[in-house]
């Protein structure tokens, strides 16, 4: 899983001629007075030998260095660049620490095996709440209230975001539940073009502003989030399901192969958005 980056992180070289800031956004910002290697090697590629003409033109370079900031699109296009050869800049930038960018980058293992354990943990209460209460997690989802295409805009405009988030607040109550932002949920019901993500052709009626109405649902449920490092309440775990689908998936008797059908889906954009979850282990949710 990536690491949250919520601040820049200092960076240099592993020889400590190049210095820099890797930003929050993924770019990474040089130094006035790193270094600059004036020759090239043939096999660069022309993008890399077109932005070291670019700063060679434009006054950024003096005396093989770096004489004004510089932000380039991410480490390996600056490393490149100053150096005129392609290198991976996540293994040749180095923290503060000197521990490798990239290395830096990548939740540690610690964190990982934490996971793990709270997963398990969350599995047994999955069990306990099957046995004791006759319910589980995805139905302990309905105190929240059912987004739809009806309480959205018609010009409404969204673009899809997978990375990692931190948590959301928390509510303490009678009823202890996490803070959501219903203006990602109506995002996934436009992502997914107002369509069923479990069945496209499912038809359904018009509502006032023109749009087939559709709901949106937490495919690992808001009630679990103790239980993850990240927030559950992004785009990735954001479905978009018809009321028919979207109330089997809660109260149906035969679930597997649809819940199968969404988690094939999303899987990948859970992981880049630092949520790791097995299809079994999502399955004991339901």
Do not use: W
Not at 117 to 137: G, S, V, Y
Not at 223 to 229: G, I, K, N, P, V
Request: hydrophobic share 30%; glycine share 4%.
């Amino acid at each position: 899983m990536r690491r949250i980056i919520t601040e820049s992180i200092r960076v240099q070289s592993k020889d400590g001629r190049i210095i820099g800031e890797y930003l929050t956004n993924g770019k990474l910002k040089v130094f006035t007075g790193s270094f600059f290697r004036n020759v090239e090697v043939n096999s660069i590629r022309q993008n890399i030998k077109n932005e070291r003409m670019y700063l060679i033109n434009n006054g950024y370079i003096n005396n093989h260095q770096l004489i004004k900031d510089y932000v380039f699109d991410n480490p390996s296009t600056a490393i490149s660049v100053l150096m005129g050869r392609m290198e991976s800049g996540n293994q040749s930038f180095v923290t503060m620490d000197n521990i490798e960018l990239g290395e830096y980058l990548e939740a540690d293992i610690v964190t990982n095996y934490e996971q793990k354990l709270k997963l398990k943990e969350l599995l047994l209460k999955a069990d306990e709440l099957k046995q004791n209460d006759f319910t589980n997690f995805v139905n302990k989802d309905n105190i929240y209230e059912v987004v739809t295409t009806s309480s959205m805009s018609k010009s409404s405009t969204y673009e899809a975001s997978y990375i990692p988030e931190l948590k959301p607040d928390k509510i303490l109550g009678e009823k202890n539940s996490y803070r959501r932002d219903n203006e990602k949920a109506k995002k996934s019901i436009a992502l997914a073009n107002y369509k069923c993500e479990l069945d496209g052709s499912h038809q359904t009626f018009y509502t006032s502003n023109g749009k087939p109405y559709m709901e949106a649902h937490h495919l690992i449920p808001l009630s679990t989030q103790d239980y993850f490092e990240y927030s559950l309440d992004v785009d990735a775990n954001i479905v978009c399901l018809c009321p028919t689908c979207h109330r089997k998936l809660h109260y149906g008797n035969s679930i597997k192969d649809d819940l199968k059908r969404l988690y094939d889906l999303r899987i990948k954009r859970l992981k880049q958005s630092g949520i790791d979850i097995s299809f079994g282990e999502l399955l004991k949710l339901y």
